[in-house]
């Protein structure tokens, strides 16, 4: 049997990448033979985690070959999974996201709970399982509950995520405000991407009615910063929108240090946004939204039915 | 908020009765206001245990209102679930099955695992909950593991199964073996049961590439005793076919004693099990097959690909 593979979602975000090295940790603590891989080009928040606590980066797996065993980490729909994954095995999946355009053809371990980040799930697991978390593993918790509760900022973040980071600072030997801010900022500097590369380093594609929508994310210090490329970035969603034949592209550009979210819409649906407030400029601010899993999501879900 | 109400799939088994009743007094035991019910009449197995038992029939729930907040478990395909299903709010499922045709809008509590039994998985959940297993609970856990196991004598039986079984039988003071035996004969007293109630006593419909498939299993201690009736069974299925435009029908005759089956194969996709092995009469022999989630649904998911 050839070694299993361990990942989390393509555009690959700080939860997806600690979690499936943790993940591999902890399945290599139990005997298994396992790899931790990546689907996508790490994000600068992401790499400073990763330098900060000197931890190699994973390999980047372009695709799954049939009967290869995975264990997916931080997402269960296939759209955001690595191509192949529907003739692959799936035999764990550890998840803190609904559960949507996911099937097996036989039972499987699957373990999700509605908290803020999948590290946390782990950190349970760990508990439950008697596997000791290392300050390595427990580094990469900490940086994981930071990066997807925005510091506890975020809707999604539960008090078990709060709980539980501060366990693993303590592990870690992390001063958590300190390296959470720090790390946050690093996600923040998007001067040298280009437009093409901003609107898909954060993008999650989903499905509904037929209609195909991906909402993008990029987190600032500044939205009128990232929107002084507003043109660069709407020729570049628009190419983006042709070639995918994408009928709704929702671009979330999210102030981490005041918890709002301006929206950039594109594409011949952005009706659906507009249920929401009329959008100006193809622009819709959303004060107090943050999260595209709890605000964002559920809101394009409801309109698109 | 109005009670949360927890429930097995339909044509219910004696998991699916003794795990929601369980998952019911777990919940009680963390203070939420829960309630078990049944998505159907008892086979006779499941009176038997819960007359032994000495544990009340949960009441019949026909539809959910939208918006209700449901526990699953032992299932979690839609057509397998109660009738609204699609409306309600799920928020927690535990389960042994594949993951098919299932979906939310929002994050949830998921727990499954690839073993014999809901009921293991639920004994578990107390343990890692620190909750407190009653001798009633254990009865409960102790006849679900029995009749999804037969015994421990089906493929889909594991170490984990047997050994909770034990620990709780003795927590329930149980003769397992006697017990056990009494429970599943009770069960295959199929005298007074019409053909059309033989055909949905314990029936499951799965759906792939539009074709609508039904699989309906009976245990039994004589297979030549059930085709007795082949007749009158054919009868009643080709009705079933007509009535819910069904393409392929599969009646699953399994000897609880040789772990055997022969299956009564109708619809206009029996080829789908021909390629399996020639049928006779309508008929095919397996010999060593008694699962339907492990043996039987892996065969027709495979050849209906």
Redesign the interface.
């Known amino acids: 049997m050839s070694k299993k593979l361990v990942f989390g979602h393509k555009s690959p975000d700080t939860d997806t990448i600690c979690s499936a090295i943790v993940m591999a940790e902890m399945q290599k603590a139990k005997g298994e033979d396992v790899e931790a891989v990546r689907l996508g080009e790490l994000n600068k928040e992401t790499k400073y985690a990763l330098e900060y606590l000197k931890v190699e980066t994973p390999r980047l797996l372009e695709k799954v070959e049939e009967g290869q065993e995975v264990i997916l980490v931080d997402h269960n729909e296939f759209q955001q999974s690595v191509d192949g994954i529907e003739a692959a095995k799936i035999i764990t999946v550890v998840d803190?996201?609904?559960?949507?355009?996911?099937?097996?053809?036989?039972?499987?371990?699957?373990?999700?709970?509605?908290l803020g980040c999948t590290a946390t799930i782990l950190y349970k697991l760990c508990q439950?399982e008697n596997i000791e978390v290392t300050p390595k593993m427990a580094g990469l918790m900490v940086s994981a509950i930071v990066s997807d509760t925005l510091l506890f900022k975020s809707p999604t973040c539960t008090n078990t995520d709060k709980e539980v980071a501060t366990k693993l600072a303590e592990i870690a030997g992390l001063n958590i405000e300190e390296y959470g801010l720090n790390m946050l900022k690093a996600g923040t500097d998007l001067d040298d991407f280009t437009a093409e590369e901003l609107i898909s380093l954060d993008a999650k594609e989903v499905s509904k009615n037929d209609v195909k929508v991906v909402i993008a994310q990029v987190n600032t210090v500044s939205i009128e910063d990232v929107f002084k490329r507003q043109k660069e970035l709407e020729e570049a969603i628009n190419t983006k929108i042709e070639k995918d034949n994408i009928q709704l592209f929702v671009l979330a550009v999210t102030d981490i240090l005041n918890s709002n979210s301006e929206l950039l819409v594109l594409g011949n649906r952005s009706d659906v946004v507009e249920k929401q407030g009329k959008l100006e400029n193809n622009r819709l601010f959303m004060p107090g939204v943050v999260s595209r899993?709890k605000q964002i999501l559920?809101m394009i879900?409801?309109n698109l039915d």
Chains 1, 2 share one sequence.
Do not use: C, G, S, W
């Not at 803190?96 to 509605?114: C, D, G, K, Q």
């Open positions: 803190h996201h609904r559960i949507n355009n996911f099937a097996t053809a036989e039972p499987l371990y699957y373990h999700a709970e509605p439950i899993k559920p879900d409801k």
